[in-house]
């Protein structure tokens, strides 16, 4: 192995400490961003990386280059119509009157926590979602509620037609979430790698086409902060390809959708 090459492993394996980042996903992108760069470059590039903080510009670089922000409405609408039909209910009724707390963990430009945003109010139920990335950019875009309605696999491509109640159109083809929906999202920047701070006991988790980005030891990680968000009665969403490995806590709510599990109530309520 050259030692470019080495400088590339190593911080293959900071990128998977830090973040959780699965370094077998990452080659290609990690290669193209050390490209065109001498071996003695990349040992610089390296050393920089394994002594700067995260919020050190070319660290936000780097990571910015790694992640995939891919996302859009309604995303899995199969998934989502039995949370509106089945789960939303169901919590408003124990929530007793109070706001429900939800949690969009790995929400990209914010389509997926709108998109529970638009939910809670078909199905007439009051509450609150935060909205977590780690990716700055995407934080920012997702606050500013302004999708584009592009040709090709854009935003709305699954949109129901009913949806667009929530959008208001803004010149030059843009179409930005209503403020009075906008209000019900608070979006932060945080790894899911770590426990969210302050903590929140929330109603419902959304994690969805996260985890597979993350390496199996990472998962661990992942999971201990989903558990840590949660309480007995929270509802878990995870994508189509996940599933949990390193906690039972969380079991599927029915055989027909085990990417909807739950945290059993005592009682079995
Ligand atoms: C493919 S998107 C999924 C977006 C949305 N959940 C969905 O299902 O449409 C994955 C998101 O996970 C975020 N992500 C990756 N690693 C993360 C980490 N360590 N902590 C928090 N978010 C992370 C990425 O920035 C990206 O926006």
Known sequence: MSAGDAAIQSVMALIEARYGLNPRLQHDRLSAFFADRSALQRQNLADHLHTAPETDSVWQALIEAMLVHETFFFRHND????????ILPVLRQRALGKPLQLWCAGC???EEAYTLAFLLRDTGCTGKILASDLSPES???AVAGLYRRKPGLNSFRALPEAAWRYFEAVAGDGWRVMPEVRAMVSFQVHNLMRTLQPPLAADLISCRNTMIYFSDDSRRHVEASLVAAAKPGTVLLLGPAERLRYTDVFVPMTDAHPQILHWPLPGGA
């Open 79 to 86: 998934q989502l119509a039995v949370v509106a039909r089945d």
């Open 108 to 110: 990209s430009t914010g």
């Open 139 to 141: 934080v920012a875009e």
